[in-house]
T-cell receptor
Framework: GAGVSQSPSNKVTEKGKDVELRCDPI?????LYWYRQSLGQGLEFLIY????????KSGLPSDRFSAERTGGSVSTLTIQRTQQEDSAVYLC?????????????FGPGTRLTVL | SQELEQSPQSLIVQEGKNLTINCTSS?????LYWYKQKYGEGLIFLMM?????EEKSHEKITAKLDEKKQQSSLHITASQPSHAGIYLC????????????FGKGTTLSVSS
């Protein structure tokens, strides 16, 4: 079956612009995660959605970052007033259910470049 | 907050040689994932270790979890060019396992 898909695969934007990144999780997966991977920084947790529960936003670096998950499926990560330090690969993952014992399946990522 | 340190940061080995990558946690490990990433691609799940002393193997890759040392090792036997990539360890920050943290990765190159 289809894996996690993300769009766009690459996004170049100017500093100060808003961007939206999309994630389509695997059908039936109730948990959805967003991560950011910066050069030399490894993978950084941003936000987690589980069903209809309130999302865990503890990893969002600033209030310029927000995310939604509509209908328990597709998710959109929005970055407002982008800064150069926002340049990174943004990875989305989904799992069948919450918790460590449910493997997270990752999408290919969106490479964001802020000029 | 918990941190995962991977060593070495990068590694170049000759095809056919064995190698080991380590992942050490600053706090209690509730379990650990190993993923592999190739440039421009997402993470590919390798294996998950749930309890101390557990050892899992897949093809020529073996991973082990040492809870006492708060450490996991990934061992590749008879390396091949297809093993090249970035290896990432990830661990749950809590028993609920809802938020993973990851090491910065080990970049493996295999020369033929």
């Amino acid at each position: 079956g289809a894996g996690v898909s993300q769009s766009p695969s690459n996004k170049v934007t100017e500093k100060g612009k808003d961007v939206e990144l999309r994630c389509d999780p695997i059908s039936g997966h109730t948990a959805l995660y967003w991560y950011r991977q910066s050069l030399g920084q490894g993978l950084e947790f941003l936000i987690y959605f589980q069903g209809n529960s309130a999302p865990d936003k503890s990893g969002l670096p600033s209030d310029r970052f927000s995310a939604e998950r509509t209908g328990g499926s597709v998710s959109t990560l929005t970055i407002q007033r982008t800064q150069q330090e926002d340049s990174a690969v943004y990875l989305c993952a989904s799992s069948l259910d919450r918790g460590f014992y449910n493997e997270q399946f990752f999408g290919p990522g969106t490479r964001l470049t802020v000029l | 907050s918990q941190e995962l340190e991977q060593s070495p940061q990068s590694l170049i080995v000759q095809e056919g040689k064995n190698l080991t990558i380590n992942c050490t946690s600053s706090k209690t490990l509730y379990g650990l994932y190993w993923y592999k990433q190739k440039y421009g691609e997402g993470l590919i799940f390798l294996m998950m270790l749930q309890k101390g002393g557990e050892e899992k193997s897949h093809e020529k890759i073996t991973a082990k979890l040492d809870e006492k040392k708060q450490q996991s090792s990934l061992h590749i036997t008879a390396s091949q060019p297809s093993h090249a990539g970035i290896y990432l360890c990830g661990a749950a920050q809590n028993q609920a396992g809802t938020a993973l943290i990851f090491g910065k990765g080990t970049t493996l190159s295999v020369s033929s």
